[in-house]
């Protein structure tokens, strides 16, 4: 079962996410609220997965939302009405584990809360798309090559298999690695271990 919370002040949205999840065999929602403040003052649990709006009326920081519920120890779905790229790799780089438009059905949104939950990410396609396409600084342009190994490594791969996988030597792969490393290094985002590398691949949306 999977424990959910909501925070949102539109109420007609709270209700209708009520009612919905009630018919969902394994989400059970323990709460709703209008703000993060107000959830976190509840005095429960934390929730497996916060699905939060990203624009509030009480106007809180969206990335010190995310953050703070993260610390908490809940995973998060970020949903709004703006589809923004910009601000949708922002709140992956503070903890959210997906961003997804409101423009999408309840079942979209089930299924992005059961993704979420397994500690998966998951975004809105036009979302990814631009990210797929963003050249920003921090974000270091990859060859195909490089991103092959990391994409099998970050995975969970050991080095030989992650070689295998993108049809190279072992210590090919090993010097793609070095390579991507240095490259998130000089973008002021050093990634030193695999579990660093599986990070900045959830960030930059590099998942296939």
Do not use: C
């Amino acid at each position: 079962m999977i424990a959910v919370s909501v925070v949102d002040d539109d109420r007609m949205l709270l209700d209708g996410l009520t009612a919905w999840f009630s018919g969902v065999t394994d989400i059970h929602l323990t709460g709703t609220a209008r703000t993060v403040t107000e959830l976190l003052a509840g005095g429960h649990a934390p929730a497996d997965v916060v699905i939060l709006d990203l624009l509030l009326a009480d106007r809180s920081d969206p990335i010190g939302n995310v953050r703070r519920l993260v610390t908490a120890g809940s995973r998060v779905l970020v949903v709004s009405v703006v589809p923004s790229p910009t601000m949708g790799s922002q709140v992956v780089r503070a903890g959210a584990g997906g961003y997804l438009t409101k423009d999408h059905d309840l079942g979209v949104l089930t299924s992005a809360v059961r993704e979420v939950a397994t500690r998966g990410s998951t975004h809105s396609p036009e979302l990814a798309l631009s990210w797929l396409s963003d050249r920003a600084a921090d974000r270091p342009v990859l060859s195909p090559q490089e991103r092959a190994v990391l994409l099998a490594y970050a995975s969970g791969m050991t080095l030989s298999a992650a070689a295998r996988s993108a049809g190279v030597q072992p210590g090919t792969a090993k010097n793609y690695l070095d390579r991507v490393k240095e490259k998130y290094r000089r973008a002021g985002r050093p990634a030193y271990t695999k579990l660093d590398l599986a990070t900045r691949v959830r960030e930059d949306g590099w998942q296939r």
